[in-house]
């Protein structure tokens, strides 16, 4: 299993191994696999094109290659062999084609300590440079005893923290706090953690508060901090409306680390625009930025408009990166000296303990004990 994008394609990608597991497939390493299933991203022209690019690769190396994914869902013409946007489909329609399917799988659930749990998909806003209100055009809310199914079954597993993630995730036709309460009733669940928030519909903030297993930990999408670039992206905040929500959301959580996403060289964005937007990034003190240099996806609203040169967006991007890792910097320091839990996962440095603060911190401890931490709840100081 080849997967592209974002973190609900990850759990898209786990279930339909278990789904071929369960079908009595067998999986195995990539370069002894007779298929492969490449779940694919569309969600800019970039990501599209090293998908298409590795499956052509694929079939270099002689490989069935089946796609699914938003590619799929857009009819998209690549070299894959056969196309399957219906994911649920894919076990059904395999095992009647072949009696024995190796298929790659990068990474097992056994070697994770969170777990993701898909509870919504599809989105109707229509930002003007994205594609995947097309690509993804069914709007759905996972019922809420579903979700508890499969929170429990987490639990079950061994997982001590879950992760509730969708496309848009606060358009739950159940409110988050309360999908939040519910799944905190679940013996052995420890820490809930929230995926990606639109910022104008992240509510019910007072009572999430209540909830001393949520982790304090918020990804709120910004994408520019320029009100004029927001319109022109078809956001539906201001910066000011965005700036009033941190300042709520720490009132509740103080210590809370806020994450975002930023795009630079959006269509039409001038150096003032771009100045405003390092300016709000310092003003909102982010613990985390993830930096996109602005991607022209055919078929948005976007696409239409007057492009940035490629090479202003790339030192855009290089100067917030640059911004992004001084206030990472700073909001490392004002954590040094105080203890949290930290949930320590999959030791790739057999030398040091690695995990992740409530706050979402990455907290490495010296393994001089030379046994391993994976899956404990230290409580460590910040050092």
């Not at 898209?12 to 991203?41: H, M």
């Not at 994408?223 to 992206?233: A, N, T």
């Amino acid at each position: 299993m080849e997967t592209f994008g974002c973190k609900v394609n990850q759990y898209d990608s786990e279930k339909l191994v278990t789904d071929l597991v369960n079908a009595g497939f067998v999986l195995t390493l990539s370069q002894y696999a007779r298929i492969v299933i490449v779940n694919s991203c569309m969600v800019t022209e970039i990501a599209e094109n090293k998908v298409k690019k590795q499956i052509a690769k694929l079939k270099r190396q002689h490989k069935f290659v089946v796609l699914t994914g938003c590619i799929a869902n857009r009819n998209i013409e690549t070299d894959a062999d056969i196309s399957i946007p219906e994911k649920s489909e894919i076990a059904k329609i395999l095992s009647e084609k072949f009696t024995v399917i190796s298929t790659e799988h990068t990474a097992s659930a056994s070697h994770r300590t969170r777990k993701f749990i898909k509870i919504q998909d599809g989105c109707n806003r229509f930002c003007s440079y994205c594609i995947i209100p097309y690509a993804r055009e069914k709007i759905y809310s996972k019922p809420l005893d579903e979700i508890i199914l499969e929170a429990k079954d987490a639990a079950d597993k061994g997982f001590k923290e879950i992760v509730l993630i969708g496309i848009n995730l606060a358009t739950h036709v159940t409110p988050l706090a309360e999908i939040v309460e519910k799944c905190s009733d679940i013996y052995g669940i420890e820490r809930i953690r929230l995926g990606s928030l639109e910022p104008d519909i992240f509510t019910d903030i007072e009572r999430l508060a209540k909830l001393p297993k949520l982790c304090p930990h918020f990804h709120l999408s910004l994408q520019s901090g320029s009100d004029k670039i927001l319109k022109l992206m078809n956001r539906r905040y201001t910066t000011a409306e965005y700036s009033e929500l941190v300042e709520k959301i720490r009132k509740f959580f103080p210590d809370c680390g806020i994450t975002t996403d930023i795009i630079v060289g959006f269509p039409q964005e001038t150096d003032s625009d771009f100045k405003q937007t390092l300016e709000f990034a310092e003003k909102i003190k982010f613990s985390k930025i993830h930096v996109f240099p602005y991607s022209k996806r055919s078929g948005t609203k976007a696409a239409e408009m007057p492009q940035i040169d490629e090479y202003v967006k790339t030192v855009r991007a290089d100067v917030l990166k640059n911004l992004d890792k001084k206030l990472k910097w700073e909001f490392y320091r004002t954590q040094i000296g105080k203890e949290y839990p930290v949930l320590f996962e999959f030791e790739k440095n057999p030398n040091a303990h690695t995990g992740h603060t409530p706050n979402f911190m990455r907290i490495n401890v010296p393994n001089t004990d030379k046994i391993s931490w994976q899956g404990k709840i230290m409580l460590t100081e910040v050092k």
